[in-house]
Nanobody, 125 residues
Framework: QMQLVESGGGLVQAGGSLRLSCAAS????????MAWFRQAPGKERDLIAA????????YYADSVKGRFIISRDNPENTVFLQMNSLKPEDTAVYYCAAAYYGGPYFAKAGGYKSWGQGTQVTVSS
């Protein structure tokens, strides 16, 4: 089981940017697909971005496509989420997640079994 710790959340004005980081430990990082989910109050947790374990293929939900960028640094066991042009509707708790490469397709939310504790992102209008 991989341990994940997110950082980088906070309060930002609409139109601003934030960069989230997720440090992984406990397993071989490069064997895992990595993803970011978010959960707004009263809503379900949604997959918003994912990156595959080996070739760097990425997936983005329509709600963040063109504004958010997911990347990974395998030697540093870290995955990032660069969030640009933030909107009030991006306000949520953001979670980092990991899925072993031998499981479902990397853009399938159900494959993610390891989770961080979440970091709050608040976008003011």
């Amino acid at each position: 089981q991989m341990q994940l710790v997110e950082s980088g959340g906070g309060l930002v004005q609409a139109g601003g940017s934030l960069r989230l980081s997720c440090a992984a430990s406990g397993s071989t990082f490069s064997d895992y697909h990595m993803a970011w989910f978010r959960q707004a109050p009263g809503k379900e947790r949604d997959l918003i971005a994912a990156i595959s374990w080996t070739n760097g293929n990425t997936y983005y939900a329509d709600s963040v496509k063109g504004r958010f960028i997911i990347s990974r640094d395998n030697p540093e066991n870290t995955v990032f989420l660069q969030m640009n042009s933030l909107k009030p509707e991006d306000t949520a708790v953001y979670y980092c997640a990991a899925a072993y490469y031998g499981g479902p397709y990397f853009a399938k939310a159900g494959g993610y079994k390891s989770w961080g504790q979440g970091t709050q992102v608040t976008v003011s209008s």
